[in-house]
């Protein structure tokens, strides 16, 4: 079995925090598609947060 890609391992801790597991057919499907290369994780990092203070 080839090693999973950082995408792949990426997508499995998403899918794991935001459906509970990787046991279900859409997070299946899902990481079925990430490794054909039909899906991909876009990350993206802010350079700045801000925030108000409404009070």
């Keep these: 079995m080839r090693k ?3 995408t792949y391992r990426i997508a499995e801790k998403i899918i794991t ?3 509970g597991g990787l046991d279900n057919d859409l ?3 899902i990481l079925n598609e990430i490794r054909q290369g039909n899906e991909a994780v ?3 990092t802010p350079k700045y947060y801000s925030a108000w203070s409404f009070a």
């Design 4 to 6: 999973a890609c950082p």
């Design 17 to 19: 925090k935001y459906m």
């Design 27 to 29: 997070a299946r499907w």
């Design 42 to 44: 876009l990350e993206i």
